[in-house]
């Protein structure tokens, strides 16, 4: 005589029997890239063309004493996005579908506004950066490159499978070795790295304190959150046999260990990237006396007389493919916050006809990003400032986020505590100082 399954036995039979599919695993790096998910994708984002130029210019200008801020930024960022992923996985909601449920509308509505026009300045300069590489390599107009990857990436967004698509930026995120390479052809002096890397050197100068919160704008950065978010609630709701942890509770330390496990790795993976760009422009540049570099296609080229053609080839490649990696993330996250806001079906899941006005929010953000490199604003100038803003706006974000995570009435039993709730107000607290840090050195 057979009975059911009550609904708790069934979760315990679906988290603890072993499937066919678990007992042919392969230990191969495709499965290992395949048990990762928004983490990954997250934190490689995050090292964009954007991002690239900043570490780029803060290596050719301060050298290997600059290395320090990968290493506190390292925990910091950790915490925050693991937050982010906690709240999207037992809420079902992103950042902004919280914040519609719970806070005031203007909240909302100013913070999603400045995160519209950061990521939208963000995008534009990162094509502005690919179609420099591209014209770098092989020649030919700029900005004929700008309008082809803009529109291959917002295309991809809304034509490809979801699934399928998410894979391809799994891949991406292997591009971003070409910055561990470059390493190999730069003269580093290992000594003063590592001394720049663990023993912090302070100028008490605006230009400096303006460097560290662009640095820190672009490596903790609003829009990673509410992707990171979004992409949990994502991953919940493709997947029928998961549920928000607010619903369903079985299996949530399970849950919260993937989520660590893949924030860490991602988080690793970027600051890895990231100090081996800083170590690089500090060894070849910045020993070099080049201290004038503006943007990531710039340290490319720099690199050619110093390093070699073959240097800036790499350099040159991992711009492109961080940026077909980055413009999908920086499109994304805006479309999740202002369509969660307005509390629209949401989701790259969804097919087209489904969220008709999310993925118009989402291609929207994509041209306006193209059409910026047609007109005079030079998308290049105001990247610097918009990592900058980037930097401001973390700050209430963050504390807004903090003030969410630790709300019954939004995490139910699952409220952040402890020492990663610590830790990410650590994370706000040095954000905020940064900033504050900055304004004073402007002022005195």
Same mark, same amino acid.
């Given at each position: 005589?057979?009975?059911?399954?009550?609904?708790?036995?069934? &979760?315990?039979?679906?988290?603890?029997?072993?499937?066919?599919?678990?007992?042919?695993?392969?230990?191969?790096?495709?499965?290992?890239?395949?048990?990762?998910?928004?983490?990954?994708?997250?934190?490689?984002?995050?090292?964009?063309?954007?991002?690239?130029?900043?570490?780029?210019?803060?290596?050719?200008?301060?050298?290997?004493?600059?290395?320090?801020?990968?290493?506190? @930024?390292?925990?910091?960022? @950790?915490?925050?996005?693991?937050?982010?992923?906690?709240?999207?996985?037992?809420?079902? &909601?992103?950042?902004?579908?919280?914040?519609?449920?719970?806070? %005031?509308?203007?909240? #909302?509505?100013?913070?999603? *506004?400045?995160?519209?026009?950061?990521?939208?300045?963000?995008?534009?300069?990162?094509?502005?950066?690919?179609?420099?590489?591209?014209? #770098?390599?092989?020649?030919?107009?700029?900005?004929?490159?700008?309008?082809?990857?803009?529109?291959?990436?917002?295309?991809?967004? +809304?034509?490809?499978?979801y699934r399928r698509y998410v894979a391809v930026l799994k891949w991406l995120t292997l591009s971003l070795f070409a910055y561990v390479a470059a390493l190999g052809f730069a003269k580093v002096s290992w000594?003063?790295? #590592?001394?720049?890397?663990l023993l912090p050197r302070l100028s008490w100068s605006a230009d400096y304190f303006t460097t560290i919160v662009a640095i820190l704008g672009t490596t903790i950065s609003p829009y990673l959150f509410f992707?990171?978010?979004? /992409?949990?609630?994502?991953?919940?709701?493709?997947? *029928?046999?998961? &549920? %928000?942890?607010?619903?369903?509770?079985?299996?949530?330390?399970?849950?919260?260990?993937? +989520?660590?496990?893949?924030?860490?790795?991602?988080?690793?993976?970027?600051?890895? +990237?990231?100090?081996?760009?800083?170590?690089?422009?500090?060894?070849?540049?910045?020993?070099?006396?080049?201290?004038?570099?503006?943007?990531?296609?710039?340290?490319?080229?720099?690199?050619? %007389?110093?390093?070699? %053609?073959?240097?800036?080839?790499?350099?040159?490649?991992?711009?492109?493919?961080?940026?077909?990696?980055?413009?999908?993330?920086?499109?994304?996250?805006?479309?999740?916050?202002?369509?969660?806001?307005?509390?629209?079906?949401?989701?790259?899941?969804?097919?087209?006809? /489904?969220?008709?006005?999310?993925?118009?929010?989402?291609?929207?953000?994509?041209?306006?990003?193209?059409?910026?490199?047609?007109?005079? +604003?030079?998308?290049?100038?105001?990247?610097?400032?918009?990592?900058?803003?980037?930097?401001v706006l973390a700050v209430p974000v963050m504390v807004l986020l903090m003030f969410m995570a630790r709300r019954s009435d939004v995490m139910g039993r699952f409220a952040v505590g402890g020492w990663l709730?610590?830790?990410?107000?650590?994370?706000?607290?040095?954000?905020?100082?940064?900033?504050?840090?900055?304004?004073?050195?402007?002022?005195?």
């Open positions: 005589m057979t009975r059911k399954l009550t609904s708790r036995q069934h &979760h315990d039979r679906s988290d603890s029997a072993p499937t066919a599919t678990v007992r042919r695993r392969s230990y191969g790096f495709g499965r290992i890239l395949k048990t990762l998910g928004p983490g990954l994708i997250t934190g490689a984002s995050d090292d964009d063309p954007s991002g690239i130029g900043t570490y780029s210019q803060a290596g050719a200008q301060l050298g290997y004493g600059i290395g320090w801020t990968m290493l506190l @930024t390292f925990p910091l960022m @950790t915490a925050i996005q693991e937050i982010s992923a906690r709240v999207g996985r037992v809420t079902g &909601h992103g950042i902004s579908g919280n914040v519609c449920r719970h806070y %005031p509308s203007w909240i #909302l509505i100013v913070v999603v *506004a400045l995160l519209f026009t950061a990521n939208t300045i963000n995008i534009a300069a990162d094509l502005s950066a690919m179609a420099d590489a591209t014209k #770098l390599l092989i020649g030919g107009p700029a900005i004929l490159y700008v309008v082809l990857f803009g529109v291959t990436s917002v295309a991809a967004q +809304i034509l490809m499978d000594t003063e790295a #590592l001394a720049g890397a992707w990171q978010a979004s /992409q949990e609630a994502e991953e919940q709701r493709v997947d *029928a046999s998961k &549920h %928000p942890l607010i619903k369903r509770h079985y299996g949530a330390q399970r849950e919260f260990s993937r +989520i660590r496990a893949d924030t860490i790795t991602g988080m690793a993976f970027s600051n890895v +990237i990231a100090l081996s760009i800083i170590i690089t422009a500090a060894a070849s540049l910045h020993a070099a006396g080049k201290t004038d570099i503006q943007t990531s296609a710039q340290a490319a080229e720099a690199l050619r %007389p110093i390093a070699g %053609p073959f240097a800036e080839v790499v350099f040159a490649l991992g711009i492109i493919g961080t940026g077909l990696l980055a413009i999908p993330v920086l499109a994304g996250a805006t479309a999740y916050a202002v369509g969660e806001g307005r509390r629209w079906p949401v989701g790259l899941a969804r097919k087209p006809k /489904q969220a008709i006005a999310f993925y118009s929010v989402l291609a929207l953000s994509g041209g306006l990003g193209i059409a910026l490199n047609f007109t005079a +604003i030079d998308p290049i100038s105001a990247l610097y400032w918009s990592a900058v803003v980037n930097g709730y610590w830790l990410g107000w650590l994370s706000t607290a040095a954000m905020a100082l940064s900033v504050i840090a900055m304004g004073a050195g402007y002022l005195l």
